[in-house]
Nanobody, 124 residues
Framework: QSQLVESGGGLVQPGGSLRLSCAAS????????IGWFHQAPGKEREGVSSISRSGYTTLYADSVKGRFTISRDNGKNTVYLQMNSLKPEDTGIYYCTASYTDPKALNGHVYDYWGQGTQVTVSS
């Protein structure tokens, strides 16, 4: 069964850091572009970042530019989202997604797989 599994979420104070991981099972992540989405409480899910299949093209939402970094380790079949300088508004569920085609934008792209999400809470 093909699936994505996120990990690395948790409770962190404002200004702190977390690294989210997205691992694939049942398929080779290197063949897919990967996106991260954020759903804040009571709000719609929005694209945060994406990385192309080659790893050469990355996209970031304006709200996270300079704070978040997406990367991929194809040898480990894993994609990471390094989140620094976290803010309370970063709180929510973070979802990992995989697409066989490279997205041209963070939102509106059709993804083939979605993970179950991992909770991130930024609070003092």
């Amino acid at each position: 069964q093909s699936q994505l599994v996120e990990s690395g979420g948790g409770l962190v104070q404002p200004g702190g850091s977390l690294r989210l991981s997205c691992a694939a099972s049942g398929f080779t992540l290197a063949n897919y572009a990967i996106g991260w989405f954020h759903q804040a409480p009571g709000k719609e899910r929005e694209g945060v970042s994406s990385i192309s299949r080659s790893g050469y093209t990355t996209l970031y939402a304006d709200s996270v530019k300079g704070r978040f970094t997406i990367s991929r380790d194809n040898g480990k079949n894993t994609v990471y989202l390094q989140m620094n300088s976290l803010k309370p508004e970063d709180t929510g569920i973070y979802y990992c997604t995989a697409s066989y085609t490279d997205p041209k934008a963070l939102n509106g792209h059709v993804y083939d797989y979605w993970g179950q999400g991992t909770q991130v809470t930024v609070s003092s």
